[in-house]
């Protein structure tokens, strides 16, 4: 049974910084792309950032590139996402994902993804 689990969310201020981390079990990752997508009260849920599995190219949404950082290991079969400089109006509860590579979606579309974790939870305050 695959299970990818969460953890490393919390209460940070504005400013500070929270390292994500989503561990995968139940079958080796190391050839899918990974991903970190959030979803704040009220909106849709919103990619984040991916890394694939061939060349470990990285992918970032606008408002987080130069903060945030996507990065995995694979033997550990973990993904992790380091956030830098919060903001407001980065809380939210942030999902990570898996899916095999495809030429279907793109990579920050979220209907490629078939794999998910339950969620954890980043509030920044002001």
């Known amino acids: 049974q695959v299970q990818l689990v969460e953890s490393g969310g919390g209460l940070v201020q504005a400013g500070g910084s929270l390292r994500l981390s989503c561990a995968a079990s139940?079958?080796?990752?190391?050839?899918?792309?990974m991903a970190w997508f959030r979803q704040a009260p009220g909106k849709e849920r919103e990619f984040v950032a991916a890394?694939?599995?061939?060349?470990?190219?990285?992918y970032y949404e606008g408002s987080v590139k130069g903060r945030f950082t996507i990065f995995r290991e694979n033997a550990k079969n973990t993904v992790y996402l380091n956030m830098n400089s919060l903001k407001p109006e980065d809380t939210a509860v942030y999902y990570c994902?898996?899916?095999?590579?495809?030429?279907?979606?793109?990579?920050?579309?979220?209907?490629?993804?078939?794999?998910w974790g339950q969620g954890t939870q980043v509030t920044v305050s002001s």
């Open positions: 890394i694939t599995w061939s060349r470990d190219n990285t």
């Open positions: 994902a898996v899916r095999a590579s495809s030429l279907v979606y793109a990579i920050y579309n979220d209907r490629g993804y078939g794999y």
């Open positions: 139940g079958r080796s990752f190391s050839n899918y792309d």
